[in-house]
């Protein structure tokens, strides 16, 4: 039998203290394209969206691809984009809807809006309101996805992705396709539980590399094998927004009774706060960091600028670690400053002349440093494309937008237009610098930058640059969360909340505390 499944692609991890709101046009930056448009761009890519399509060949689905919409974090989705997106999707589901087996949506999970604080709760709850209860909805989820109470009570079927850096998205979205096909099927009939700790993100922001999380997720791969378990997922939580629901999650997609699944689901959960104090990275500051690289390797030392990561709505325009490189005269390059105003004035300049520019610490300078004036030589301008070859996104096309490249004594800085975090060597080498032979590669991420740096590292730094996304949580002013949470209260207790949605369509919400 031949199913016919919409699919939609909505993602945002969204920053609500960036003051950089994230209009349509910033989807676009990324991607924002319809029906097969869109799937001939992300066919056979590491995508979700290429999971499904993997599914949907081989069930033999009519596949109905809706749009895929994804922006780099930034500040709140705006309501007019968030309007516009859903309501292709929402249009798309009431055409479809007498003639619809399922539904399979790719979300991150942390999508906050000006008028909502869980940007896929809504998403889903329109959804249902257009096709009822009885269409089975799956969704898969980044790591980082701030799981909601309405997330599990609307969508049957919940998958994250289980690596950070994250390098499993197809595979994410081949196993939501697959448990999607096997409840239209009749097979099962999936819910979705969580248990969340009283904490902000999971101490290691969720490294699964190393560090403690690694048992945490053997544990989830090894469960999943058990009966009636779907899918189990370790959420490391997005802490950068004040809202209500907010938090590293543990959650069960199960057929059946839920009772034994909440007890492994509280125990892992339990094990995450138990390592709440159990830290991996040790951060430097930007002088520290190039002080401890210069110290005699013989191979690059990747300093990773974690504070200032586009990745996590940073505005990746501080200075901070730059200054200290140009200080330090220090043979090396960074990638990438974002500086729209510098990179456009640069495109009419020629290579090889000598430059002067004020660069960088424009939207706030207390958040990563003051704006930098600079003379140096222009090495190149670009539009700024670049087809990625690491491990995240091989074969992938992206663009910083108008680019230039200029070097200040040893220090080769690739300025940028668009703010993308540095994950893949090539963003370094498609504008004429081999991080490989530098003495020190500065880059603007958090984690996922070791999946192609670290083969070429003979260390990693970290630093915290003092910008948006400082892993010292207590220095954001939060509102919203609930109170007592770790570690804006160091003495928080442990009181976990479980969900688990009732198994009656007609009332599909329970939610309890449990000392």
Same mark, same amino acid.
């Given at each position: 039998?031949?199913?016919?499944?919409?699919?939609?692609?909505?993602?945002?991890?969204?920053?609500?203290?960036?003051?950089? #709101?994230?209009?349509?046009?910033?989807?676009?930056?990324?991607?924002? %394209?319809?029906?097969?448009?869109? #799937?001939?761009? #992300?066919?056979?890519?590491?995508?979700?969206?290429?999971?499904? #399509?993997?599914v949907a060949r081989e069930k033999s689905w009519e596949l109905v691809h809706v749009i895929s919409a994804h922006a780099n974090p930034a500040g709140c989705v705006t309501e007019e984009a968030f309007e516009e997106i859903l309501k292709v999707v929402e249009d798309a589901a009431r055409r479809e809807r007498e003639r619809l087996?399922?539904?399979?949506?790719?979300?991150?999970?942390?999508?906050?809006?000006?008028h909502s604080g869980d940007g896929e709760g809504e998403i889903l709850g329109r959804l249902r309101a257009v096709v009822g209860?009885?269409?089975?909805?799956a969704a898969t989820l980044d790591l980082h996805a701030n799981v909601t109470r309405r997330m599990c009570?609307?969508?049957?079927? %919940?998958?994250?992705?289980?690596?950070?850096?994250?390098?499993?998205?197809?595979?994410?979205?081949?196993?939501?396709?697959?448990? %999607?096909?096997?409840?239209?099927?009749?097979?099962?009939?999936?819910?979705?539980?969580?248990?969340?700790?009283p904490m902000l993100e999971d101490a290691n922001g969720g490294r699964t590399d190393v560090g403690p999380l690694v048992a945490v997720m053997g544990r989830a791969r090894a469960y999943e094998s058990e009966p009636n378990v779907l899918a189990v997922s370790v959420n490391g939580a997005f802490p950068y927004a004040d809202i209500d629901e907010i938090g590293p999650t543990i959650t069960v997609t199960y057929s059946g009774d839920p009772e034994p699944h909440r007890l492994v689901a509280e125990e892992m959960a339990k094990a995450m706060w138990d390592m709440r104090h159990d830290l991996v990275n040790r951060f430097l500051s930007p002088e520290e960091a190039v002080a401890s690289a210069l110290a005699g390797d013989d191979r690059p030392v990747v300093i990773a600028d974690y504070a200032d990561?586009?990745?996590?709505?940073?505005?990746?325009?501080?200075?901070?670690?730059?200054?200290?490189?140009?200080?330090?005269?220090?043979?090396?390059?960074?990638?990438?400053?974002?500086?729209r105003e510098t990179a456009s004035q640069l495109q009419s300049r020629k290579p090889g002349e000598t430059v002067s520019i004020r660069l960088?610490?424009?939207?706030?300078?207390?958040?990563?440093?003051?704006?930098?004036?600079?003379?140096?030589?222009?090495?190149?301008?670009?539009d700024g494309n670049y087809t990625c070859d690491g491990p995240m996104y091989a074969g992938v096309r992206m663009s910083f937008g108008p680019t230039a490249v200029i070097e200040v004594g040893r220090v080769q800085v690739v300025i940028?237009?668009?703010?993308?975090?540095?994950?893949?060597?090539?963003?370094?080498?498609?504008?004429?610098?081999?991080?490989?032979?530098?003495?020190?590669?500065?880059?603007?991420?958090?984690?996922?930058?070791?999946a192609a740096f670290e083969p070429i590292a003979s260390r990693v730094l970290v630093c915290d640059s003092g910008a948006l996304a400082s892993p010292d949580l207590r220095k954001f002013t939060f509102t919203r969360v609930p109170r007592p949470m770790y570690p804006l209260e160091p003495d928080?207790?442990?009181?976990?909340?479980?969900?688990?949605?009732?198994?009656?369509?007609?009332?599909?919400?329970?939610?309890?505390?449990?000392?």
């Amino acid at each position: 039998m031949s199913f016919r499944v919409l699919s939609a692609q909505i993602m945002h991890e969204s920053n609500s203290f960036s003051v950089r #709101l994230t209009s349509l046009d910033r989807f676009a930056d990324v991607i924002l %394209l319809h029906g097969d448009e869109a #799937l001939r761009a #992300l066919d056979g890519t590491n995508t979700e969206v290429a999971g499904f #399509l993997d599914v949907a060949r081989e069930k033999s689905w009519e596949l109905v691809h809706v749009i895929s919409a994804h922006a780099n974090p930034a500040g709140c989705v705006t309501e007019e984009a968030f309007e516009e997106i859903l309501k292709v999707v929402e249009d798309a589901a009431r055409r479809e809807r007498e003639r619809l087996d399922g539904i399979l949506l790719a979300f991150h999970g942390a999508m906050v809006t000006t008028h909502s604080g869980d940007g896929e709760g809504e998403i889903l709850g329109r959804l249902r309101a257009v096709v009822g209860q009885d269409v089975p909805i799956a969704a898969t989820l980044d790591l980082h996805a701030n799981v909601t109470r309405r997330m599990c009570e609307l969508a049957d079927i %919940l998958v994250s992705y289980k690596t950070y850096p994250h390098i499993d998205m197809r595979v994410a979205g081949r196993h939501a396709g697959e448990l %999607l096909h096997r409840t239209m099927a009749g097979e099962i009939k999936p819910h979705t539980l969580f248990v969340r700790p009283p904490m902000l993100e999971d101490a290691n922001g969720g490294r699964t590399d190393v560090g403690p999380l690694v048992a945490v997720m053997g544990r989830a791969r090894a469960y999943e094998s058990e009966p009636n378990v779907l899918a189990v997922s370790v959420n490391g939580a997005f802490p950068y927004a004040d809202i209500d629901e907010i938090g590293p999650t543990i959650t069960v997609t199960y057929s059946g009774d839920p009772e034994p699944h909440r007890l492994v689901a509280e125990e892992m959960a339990k094990a995450m706060w138990d390592m709440r104090h159990d830290l991996v990275n040790r951060f430097l500051s930007p002088e520290e960091a190039v002080a401890s690289a210069l110290a005699g390797d013989d191979r690059p030392v990747v300093i990773a600028d974690y504070a200032d990561n586009p990745g996590a709505g940073g505005y990746g325009d501080g200075t901070n670690l730059l200054r200290a490189l140009i200080a330090a005269d220090a043979d090396a390059c960074v990638c990438p400053i974002v500086d729209r105003e510098t990179a456009s004035q640069l495109q009419s300049r020629k290579p090889g002349e000598t430059v002067s520019i004020r660069l960088g610490g424009k939207v706030n300078a207390s958040f990563g440093g003051e704006p930098l004036d600079l003379t140096g030589t222009l090495m190149s301008v670009s539009d700024g494309n670049y087809t990625c070859d690491g491990p995240m996104y091989a074969g992938v096309r992206m663009s910083f937008g108008p680019t230039a490249v200029i070097e200040v004594g040893r220090v080769q800085v690739v300025i940028v237009t668009e703010p993308h975090q540095c994950h893949d060597l090539q963003q370094f080498l498609a504008f004429g610098i081999d991080p490989r032979a530098k003495r020190i590669v500065g880059v603007k991420s958090m984690q996922h930058f070791r999946a192609a740096f670290e083969p070429i590292a003979s260390r990693v730094l970290v630093c915290d640059s003092g910008a948006l996304a400082s892993p010292d949580l207590r220095k954001f002013t939060f509102t919203r969360v609930p109170r007592p949470m770790y570690p804006l209260e160091p003495d928080t207790p442990y009181n976990p909340e479980v969900f688990i949605r009732s198994q009656s369509s007609e009332k599909r919400v329970i939610a309890e505390s449990r000392a």
